[in-house]
């Protein structure tokens, strides 16, 4: 399946993804003048670095065609792990390292489980994520941490500025400036496409296919950490459940940007992310109540993929051959 | 490629293969008759008449909404959106009653909006051919969403739980007519999943759904049809729900998603190895019933269950990799 490369049908879809965030920005400017004040920017810009780090390593799991649902889990057990580490008194940069270590063991927990031992990846994660949300209760049974972090300097990660914009937002852009040369200019990103497109070709061609899937959960468990760094700096205390909240938009970024752009990327999940923190934000501002902004972004990512994958079945018809057997074999035959 | 390495193992160890399978196919029920024991001797309360009544009561309601779950699963896809679908059922008979419609009414929509969830899952996966895991993640978020839009975010109180409420609290002896109408249906699958030809298709579509498509049978009708049987399913015990806690509760969902998985999966993992079936199901449900019932008891935080939960159904498909015929995932996912 090519989906890259082919330029036409790429700045058609860059130009509708464009179009879209206009109308969308300009709807809400509409009805809410405040959109645009940069006060607003700036949470827009915050809420989506948390989002867009958290969908950068489900990014890189979908691309070796695996599914991980234990990340919001993980990210819960690591929140839990810094807050604890904070309270500790130790170090800032100490105890996000031990927030990164907690989730690393759960996602080299899964990458080996579901590469080395074929273990199914959906009940995998599910199990892990089950058990990772479990022991985040283990630090304080459950209880809200919040001692030092005031002094430990934890906060300034949310109030740090460059030219006027969190400095968490810049953060994100230079990680996915790395992961775009990573994964779209390297062998080892190649490596990472081969492995999701054909394993068993890609292990012929000398591609070490297991260790790719166990990185890419690690990697996808270790994102998830810096996500709910960000949380916490902008919440001040650690919560049992403060990473639960990234399992929805990230999905969402991910598999919207796949449908806007028309294949899974690092580019299109910065996508996806953009028009999903852009949505979110917006609702929020408008004061429509918290439940609903769930369900607005479930709608939003149906129709998305509903509308941009008959699309890509018109441009593609190699791929709709493979979603539709029954036509494409008929077809062949007669 | 395959087909000649697992002749060459079948027939190399025949023998160990006979035990590893019989280990396979009963470790299930064996567990559950231990953790009984276990439980029973610590605290001779579980078995109590009317606890008996409480464990088989919850898990009644359980069984009813994962039956079609169920056979989601066992035809290769997934469905995330159950839990959602059950408690935009529970919502839905609720917020009627509320205001003003008697229970026939309250009842027989809430169910329908079930139909019609499962419809829309149906349509985007079998006929759309869109990722299930996608598609129910989406449905699922809209679902909780209108769930708790309808009680503005809170729970609606039920003055009279009418007939459903008797018919719930009526026990025959230690065993709730609930629980007998709960095993005749599950009786009813059992016939059609393992004597009618139905049954071999659904775990035909598992394994090949072009080949099923090619035997002439109606895959997409069938997929459809697992989808809203589903639907359905989750709300009739949402609308159960309704009347054994007098009440419409939106978030009533989030607590069965990782059990009811858990059950479907680790139910998958006895008798038919790998695929998940209906008598595995009630084992599974009961099992986790019994836990629930038994740590309670022991005195057991809810995290540590949740631990243990996820832990079971880790071991649980570690166990069936290893004792069972087949390597390959029991879900395909995307």
């Not at chain 1, 867009?52 to 799991?61: P, S």
């Not at chain 2, 059922?89 to 079930?114: E, F, I, K, Q, R």
């Not at chain 2, 349509?123 to 969403?145: F, K, N, W």
Request: charged residues 10%; aromatic residues 10%.
């Amino acid at each position: 399946m090519p989906k890259h490369g082919i330029v036409p049908a790429g700045t058609v879809r860059f130009l509708a993804f464009a179009a879209l965030v206009f109308i969308i920005g300009a709807a809400f400017t509409a009805v809410e003048p405040r959109f645009l004040s940069t006060q607003n920017i700036s949470a827009v810009t915050r809420h989506m670095a948390a989002n867009g780090l958290a969908a950068l390593g489900l990014t890189l799991v979908v691309i070796v065609r695996k599914f991980d649902l234990s990340f919001a889990g993980t990210a819960c057990f690591s929140a839990m792990t810094i807050g604890f580490m904070i309270a500790g008194g130790h170090d800032l940069w100490l105890c996000i390292m031990a927030g990164v270590l907690a989730a690393a063991i759960v996602g080299a927990f899964n990458g080996i489980a579901i590469s080395y031992f074929g273990l199914p990846d959906i009940v995998t994660t599910i199990a892990t994520g089950s058990i990772a949300g479990g022991l985040a209760f283990l630090y304080s049974q459950g209880r809200t941490i919040f001692r030092n972090f005031v002094t430990s300097g934890i906060l300034d990660l949310n109030d740090a500025r460059l030219f006027g914009y969190s400095a968490s937002f810049f953060f994100l852009i230079a990680l996915y400036a790395v992961a775009w040369v990573f994964m779209h200019r390297t062998r080892y990103g190649a490596s990472f496409h081969a492995t999701g497109e054909n394993p068993v070709s890609a292990y012929f061609s000398g591609v070490p296919t297991r260790t790719y899937t166990m990185m890419a959960f690690i990697i996808c468990a270790i994102t998830s950490v810096f996500a709910v760094v960000l949380i916490l700096a902008e919440s001040g205390t650690a919560d049992t459940n403060k990473g639960a909240t990234l399992l929805m938009p990230a999905y969402a970024g991910v598999f919207l940007g796949a449908a806007l752009l028309g294949g899974t990327s690092v580019l299109a999940t910065l996508a996806g992310t953009l028009l999903i923190t852009m949505l979110l934000d917006g609702f929020s501002l408008l004061g429509v109540p918290y439940y609903y902004s769930d369900g607005v972004v479930s709608a939003i990512l149906l129709t998305g993929v509903v509308l941009f994958d008959a699309r890509v079945r018109q441009l593609f018809s190699d791929l709709a051959s493979f979603i539709q057997p029954v036509t494409s074999a008929s077809e062949k035959r007669s | 490629m395959t087909d000649v390495i697992s002749t060459h193992a079948v027939a190399e160890r025949r023998h160990s293969k006979a035990i590893n399978r019989i280990i396979g196919r009963y470790w299930l029920v064996a567990t559950l008759l231990v953790m009984i024991a276990v439980f029973a001797f610590l605290k001779p309360q579980l078995l109590d008449n009317s606890n008996i009544a409480t464990i088989l009561r919850s898990s009644a309601l359980m069984a009813i909404m994962i039956l079609g779950l169920t056979w989601v699963i066992a035809a290769g896809k997934i469905d995330v959106s159950f839990m959602q679908i059950a408690a935009l059922g529970n919502m839905t008979t609720a917020w009627l009653l509320a205001s003003g419609s008697g229970w026939a009414l309250a009842a027989t929509c809430g169910v329908a909006v079930g139909a019609v969830a499962g419809l829309l899952n149906g349509t985007l996966i079998a006929i759309l051919g869109i990722p299930p895991l996608i598609v129910t993640i989406a449905t699922g978020g809209i679902c909780a969403s209108i769930a708790a839009a309808l009680g503005k975010g809170t729970s609606i109180r039920i003055a009279d739980a009418g007939l459903l409420g008797d018919l719930l609290f009526t026990n025959w002896g230690p065993v709730p007519v609930i629980a007998v109408i709960a095993a005749l249906f599950y009786l009813i699958s059992w016939y059609a999943q393992e004597k009618l030809t139905f049954g071999h298709y659904i775990f035909a579509l598992a394994q090949n759904e072009k080949a099923v498509n090619e035997a002439g049978i109606a895959a997409r009708s069938l997929l459809l049809f697992l989808f809203v049987f589903s639907g359905i399913c989750s709300a009739i015990a949402g609308v159960l729900l309704a009347a054994s806690l007098s009440s419409g509760q939106p978030m009533i969902g989030s607590s069965y998603f990782i059990d009811g998985l858990t059950a479907v999966l680790l139910g998958g993992l006895m008798l038919r190895i790998g695929k998940p079936n209906v008598l595995g199901t009630t084992t599974a449900v009961l099992l986790l019933s019994v836990l629930v019932s038994g740590s309670a008891m022991v005195g057991w935080a809810d995290y540590q269950r949740q631990i243990v939960k996820g832990v079971l159904l880790l071991v649980g498909v570690a166990v069936a990799m290893q004792f069972g015929h087949r390597s390959s995932s029991p879900i395909q996912g995307a």
